[in-house]
């Protein structure tokens, strides 16, 4: 046995992280034995974009109602008309993504489930609310559903209103939220082996209990996270709502008009004032659910 | 509580091919049958017709004399263990184990009490105590091959089923299992088929091997009845290795170039053959006396012999020899053969193979 050279030994020390002294401190997560390469430069890139994107608008709209100062935005909140159309969004929005959530289950369950003639087609309609510019959305539904529409005449002949109603607000968030269940459950769906089915029907399940008991479960993550984006994408949503929800103030004006409304009248800070509480009302409920789920998929093997 | 496996004249078509060209075979109850065949010779879709997920186009199955075709899925009470597994990822091993209990209807469900002690006793007799809570992403493969025959055995099934149960898993813990599952189905006695393309394991484990060819069954038997007697050329080339020899048949024996090579028994066909041989069955003579002669071109391990590879002139791939003993030719060496035993099957009748 030879004697071990100094060369072979293996060293460690700053040198082998490649970042040394006080750039490695700038960078407290990098993960040094990590065999994929340029964590740092993606890392640097990811930052960067994100804050352009996203945190510095955020921050300057959180400035702009600083102009407020907490009670200047408290008593924003309990303004009737304020507080009336916050309520209003998220009551909807939180509705129109229930409503979504189980059809687009539906939806895509069709979809990977059977193959009929025009399926293509159907699949390709789901993402058209994505390429809609929302005003047309929004002039499309209002004129059928208008008491004098198409759709809305048959219905006012039963009594029943829709178009300048919260109901045709809801009816907007429904159609512009559907692709986000449809589109985050499909692939789950597509993706459970056809003989998992089959083990649960040897098993003894009957179709209804292979349904609830074992493709329901799976998918689960998936459409829980479809209903949040659908959520938080109504809750926003502003060009395809204002045409058919009749903006009537305190009964079917959104938050999101009210903005437009308090630019309108040169009331800067209580435009962002009401963006920030609507900014707040989403983060803590998108924050929420996703711990939620992450604690639901703890206790589900969902690893 | 293990039924008759009667199995009438199916058959099964694809869109695009004959899956069965109307196959039978009958298995006693408790008994353990291997459906041994190349990939697509039809023996998955076999084991799916008996379990009811296709539907045959013609023929019966029956359990006990029963027409399956009268019951549903849940009345045939079959065990299936799916090529992987198909385990419920969402579900814990015992919420596994449990669920073909736990859909029962509330009448006919045992309760809670019993269902946690059947999961208990079947955990004990797969070997997995201690696992009940895990999920199926955190076990290794032969783990949740284990669940997965726990959770068919729950149920109580009249037939077991498995679809290549070792398929996936790596040779040392293949062999572990073989012997365990050999040593549950003594205990448990339910009647089972399983289907795989590796003719060790079906040798090894089956009480009966049916060996299928392109949708039809060409020999039933006993492994050694299939492996001494095979009826067809094609077993005998796909039960282990064999040397395939032109050969002549005249007066009860089998010529290779005008010289007995092997006689035949009880044989008075004449006309060219092809002469199956196996590499331990031929044996090392001078090249002056024997039928055979060629040149060692190869030499190699194979396992717990080595191994001569030897060109003779007339047979088109190099003959396989199995050396005994210590008595090796050398490379380049010239050397004879006599053939201790080997199967004669005449040639363009019987279906080819490689």
Redesign the interface.
Known sequence: MASLHPAVLPHDGPKASGLTGRWQALVPFRPDSSVLPGFTLAMGLTLTALSLIVLIPLTALALKAGDLGFSGLWALLTTPRVLAALKLSFALSFAAALVNLLFGVLIAWVLVRYDFIGRKWVDAAIDLPFALPTAVAGIALSALYAPNGWIGAVLARYGIKIGYTPTGIWVALVFIGIPFVVRMVQPVLQEIESEIEEAAALLGASRFQTAMRVLLPAIAPAAFTGFTLAFARAVGEYGSVIFIAGNVPMVSEIAPLLIVIKLEQYDYSGAAGVGLLMLAGSFAIILLANAGLALWGRRHGHA | MSVAVQIDRVSKGFSTYPALKGVSLSIEPGELVALLGPSGSGKTTLLRLI???EQADGGAITFNGIDTRRLS??E?????V?Q?Y?L?????VAENIA??LS??PRSQRPDRQAIQKRIDDLLDLVQLGGLQQR???QLSGGQRQRVALA??L??EPQVLLLDEPFGALDAQVRKDLRQWLRDLHRRTGHTTLFVTHDQEEALELADRVAILNQGLIEQVGTPDQVYDHPATAFVCGFLGEANRIPVEIKNGQALFRNRPLLSLKGTNATGGAELFVRPQHLKIDSPELAALAGDVTLIRRHGAVRRAEVEVQGVDRPLEVDLASAVAPDLGERIGLRVGQGHVFAGGLTPSFN
Do not use: D, S, Y
């Open positions: 379990a009811g997920l899925l849940r045939r009470r079959i065990g299936f799916f992987n198909a419920f990822k969402h579900m814990t669920f073909g859909v029962r999920f199926p992403a959770r068919a729950a149920i």
